[in-house]
């Protein structure tokens, strides 16, 4: 099993940058993938998932209007546009795979597989 997260960098406030989340290993639309982001001195909390069977989002607060999250079934990738980036986004994000009754939670102990993470840093 192997979620590889990429598309991390460096931008400006105001900025985007597009993440990808590539799955193998296991069935992919049995899941919902998730994006979680750990800023410094922080704890680990989710921002946005899909249901990979269905195509259903659900964005937490601070992700909703500027985060899109979408799903490419053939390529079993996941992908976060982040738009309108903000300094207060800066935190590694991680994908992971939960089972879809906790994709509007998010909790991070229903993780199931947990992608490596990729560093997004927003200046000001």
């Known amino acids: 099993v192997q979620l590889q997260a990429s598309g991390g960098g460096s931008v400006q406030a105001g900025g985007s940058l597009r993440l990808s989340c590539a799955a193998s290993?296991?069935?992919?639309?049995?899941?919902?993938i998730g994006w979680f982001r750990q800023a410094p001195g922080k704890v680990r909390e989710g921002v946005t998932s899909?249901?990979?069977?269905?195509?259903?989002?659900y964005y937490r607060g601070s992700a909703k209007g500027r985060f899109t999250i979408s799903s490419d079934n053939a390529r079993n990738t996941v992908y976060l546009q982040m738009d309108s980036l903000k300094p207060e986004d800066t935190a590694v994000y991680y994908c992971?795979?939960?089972?879809?009754?906790?994709?509007?939670?998010?909790?991070?102990?229903?993780?199931?597989?947990w992608g490596k993470g990729t560093q997004v840093t927003v200046s000001s």
């Open positions: 899909i249901d990979t069977s269905d195509g259903s989002t």
């Open positions: 992971g795979a939960l089972r879809r009754r906790w994709r509007l939670t998010l909790p991070i102990n229903r993780v199931d597989f």
């Open positions: 290993g296991f069935t992919f639309t049995d899941y919902a």
